[in-house]
């Protein structure tokens, strides 16, 4: 009884949580171990089928609809109260379904017990699953296989010598080992294709690796040895990888979409179980250097986009990534950067749905790295997340999805119901202890995304948004107060601004950003532009002061030099000044489009010192900002920068990190050329299609540049249709059809004249 009244609680807590969980699932799901397939809606479930030997084999019909139960009809999230009321059934056996028309179906369910106040720790029902979950596996033909390998490590995870036996027999008779060093030779210089290596190579570290550190098994080192220096070697300029590795004849770049932080993680995290392992080699280290210069920048700043666009602050954890990169951090000795993205990760219960492309990262990495913030983190995360398993866990004992790309899904439950086991580098063996969260600390954490803002008081509003360590936080209550509290606040600002410390002045700027009401800010611009062009006042300050400016519009204008200024400036040559120069770009862009024409450049010199600074920026984003402040410059002064246009427009430098966005760097660089009418431009569109890169990024860049020749891109626009047959088919038919009309429209179009005459005319 006392069991069943502690589960019974739980149930009652999970429901307060069903409002917090906005689960993006898509299409029919299985309903965990009731065996019903189908899609819920606001208040009822739609039947689309019942699998055989489940409970429900033969009690429902496709079409029937669920609206309710245990006598209860279901309320704002009826697979979440189905979730919480099965972890109940499992300790009664029985669950009851109310049909539309208020019949009840009864469901045999298949007793487990109830969960421990602990669990998953000291908590036999949580054992149960575990033995339930890796027998599944070793009768499931994909327990060693699948890209990413789960089955292998999730048998690791139990630490039980019987599942420990089974992977090592796996990984024996398995792929994992059998890399050929010659053909990743050849990979590596771009003579053969082995797919999209980008994911494979980090989790087959990681496997190996943990098993390794578990056997001491030396058969596994020639393979986690070759499988490591081709990371190593495969990584491009930004010490990154996608999904594929960057070659010698793509000259150091990656394909297609480029860099991507997924997959980027879990080869870092591969080539830091190499290193564990013993390899030891210089260029290891130096890949590893690299990519860590990278990943540090995000600690304190926020999680991982999609790609390489700097730290996200909207959302605590992006499909896993802040849990990957809670255990790099462990995994490199940065116990401050394994809490922060561990706190980020303990967030993430109400999430593990949802995924870019797929959700299978999420609940893959997402626990183990909120796991690193210790037991009490561990063990409310586990009760927040079992609406998640209870609608994966099978009625046989199976989990999910077995056929897969990924992998089995069996393999993440394992790892997710053993982390108390801590039998893996990955969950939680020989991580800092120091930075294990108190109880009321783990509480705190796990339910930030929950703060009620409006509730709290100005004082303690600010002090969020001044001094909470998780930025995710401070955006928030920064936005509480530019929302709904600037009015009463307004002098407050102005005090911080006079004579504040760098956070309150920092705090105040963000007052008058964006989403400010010019009539609110106009007459605090003076005292804005004093900060600005203060060069006692720390950089961040300047940047916020140049931020909040941009939004001014015209009446910033006497600024514009200011932030041009403040960008010429000699900075060390870091991942903070890239931020910086990349931050200030994009102050001049959303000020003025058109300096020249406006009158605003009036210091050439440092006008274009700070331009070609910004030309030569790593990242494209910089890039972008510094041709577009070139796009009204006039003709004489062409000279001065065209030779690091077209170095852009070239598009082949092997140092930059990120390139994948070519609309704002090859477009803005042909646009230039385009503006001038200089020929040489027409030449790049051609040479761009033939070149490797995402189909849909080039297209996009053509429609809207190549226009801008007018008809002298009449040659060149037969010459690409012919490249692209199905030009006229598809997504991007209307683009390109808009594009085509608009170059044959033109039948007097300017003269072309080449880059040297240009040259020529304007030195």
Not at 124 to 134: M, R, Y
Not at 213 to 228: C, E, F, G, R
Not at 444 to 451: R, V, Y
Request: charged share 25%; aromatic share 10%.
């Amino acid at each position: 009884m006392k069991l069943l009244k502690y589960s019974l609680i739980i149930f009652s807590l999970n429901l307060l949580l069903i409002i917090q969980i906005q689960a993006a699932s898509k299409g029919p799901i299985l309903y965990g171990v009731t065996g019903i397939e189908g899609n819920d809606s606001k208040n009822t479930i739609k039947v689309s089928k019942t699998y055989p030997n489940s409970p429900a084999q033969g009690k429902f019909k496709k079409g029937d609809i669920i609206i309710g139960i245990n006598g209860k009809k279901f309320g704002k999230s009826p697979k979440l109260e189905l979730a919480a009321a099965i972890e109940v059934s499992e300790i009664k056996g029985e669950l009851v379904l109310t049909l539309k028309g208020n019949k009840n179906v009864a469901l045999n369910i298949p007793t487990l017990g109830s969960y421990s106040p602990t669990a998953p720790y000291n908590c036999k029902k949580t054992d149960k699953i575990i033995t339930q979950l890796a027998d599944r596996l070793l009768l499931s033909k994909n327990a060693g296989g699948g890209a990413l390998n789960p089955g292998i490590l999730g048998l690791l995870a139990t630490g039980e010598k019987k599942y420990l036996d089974a992977a090592a027999e796996l990984i024996k008779k398995g792929k994992l080992t059998k890399i050929d060093p010659q053909k990743v030779d050849a990979l590596l210089r771009g003579d053969i294709d082995m797919g999209y290596v980008g994911w494979y190579w980090g989790y087959a570290l990681i496997t190996l690796g943990e098993y390794y550190l578990l056997t001491n098994d030396k058969s596994v080192l020639p393979a986690i040895k070759t499988y490591a220096l081709g990371l190593a070697r495969g990584q491009d300029g930004g010490g990154l990888w996608g999904h594929r590795m960057a070659t010698e004849k793509r000259g150091g770049r990656l394909p297609g979409y480029a860099q991507m932080n997924q997959s980027s993680l879990s080869c870092f995290m591969g080539m830091l179980f190499a290193r564990k392992c013993g390899i030891n080699d210089p260029k290891l280290d130096a890949a590893i250097a690299k990519t860590y210069s990278y990943f540090e920048y995000f600690i304190g700043r926020g999680t991982f986009p999609y790609g390489v666009h700097g730290p996200q602050t909207r959302n605590f954890n992006n499909n896993g990534m802040s849990g990957s990169a809670a255990i790099c951090m462990s995994l490199i000795d940065n116990s401050h950067g394994a809490l922060f993205f561990a706190k980020l990760s303990a967030t993430g219960f109400d999430t593990l749905e949802q995924g870019h492309a797929s959700n299978y990262f999420n609940p893959f990495w997402t626990s183990l790295g909120a796991n690193l913030a210790g037991p009490e983190v561990t063990k409310q995360f586990f009760k927040k997340s079992l609406w998640f398993h209870n609608l994966k866990r099978r009625w046989n004992g199976d989990y999910g999805r077995e056929k897969m790309k990924e992998g089995p899904e069996a393999g993440v439950a394992l790892l997710n119901y053993c982390l108390h086991r801590r039998a893996l580098l990955i969950t939680g063996r020989d991580s800092d202890k120091s930075i294990w969260l108190k109880p009321e600390v783990a509480t705190e954490t796990i339910m930030m995304k929950s703060i009620d803002y409006k509730s709290k008081k100005n004082d303690e509003l600010i002090k969020l948004a001044m001094d909470h360590p998780i930025p995710q936080i401070r955006r928030r209550a920064n936005w509480e107060l530019v929302k709904y509290r600037n009015n009463e606040l307004a002098d407050k600002w102005v005090s911080y601004l006079g004579k504040g410390e760098q956070k309150e002045k920092n705090l105040a700027l963000a007052m008058y950003g964006m989403h400010t009401p010019i009539d609110f800010k106009k007459d605090k611009l003076s005292k804005i532009g004093v900060i600005l062009r203060d060069s006692s006042e720390p950089i961040s300050v300047r940047v916020a002061a140049a931020q909040s400016l941009s939004y001014f519009k015209e009446l910033a204008y006497p600024y514009y030099m200011d932030i041009v200024n403040l960008i010429a400036q000699e900075r060390p040559n870091n991942q903070i000044s890239s931020y910086i120069d990349q931050d200030l770009g994009m102050c001049l862009s959303t000020l003025c489009k058109d300096p020249f024409s406006k009158g605003l450049v009036t210091d050439k010199k440092a006008f274009y010192k700070a331009a070609l600074k910004l030309i030569k920026h790593k990242r494209s984003v910089g890039r972008a900002s510094g041709l577009a402040m070139l796009m009204d410059m006039p003709f004489d002064d062409l000279h001065l920068v065209m030779s690091d246009v077209i170095h852009v427009a070239k598009n082949e430098d092997p140092t930059y990190e990120s390139y994948h966005s070519i609309g704002g760097t090859l477009g803005n660089a042909l646009s230039i050329m385009a503006k001038h009418n200089i020929k040489d431009g027409l030449a790049y569109f051609i040479k761009l299609w033939k070149a490797p890169g995402k189909h849909g990024f080039k297209v996009r860049m053509i429609c809207e540049t190549l226009p801008k020749y007018g008809g002298n891109a009449k040659e060149v626009l037969a010459e690409l249709e012919k490249l692209n047959p199905g030009y006229n088919k598809g997504r991007f038919a209307g683009p390109w059809k808009k594009m085509a009309d608009k170059i044959k429209a033109d039948s007097n179009p300017a003269k072309l004249i080449s880059l040297s005459e240009a040259l020529g005319n304007t030195k």
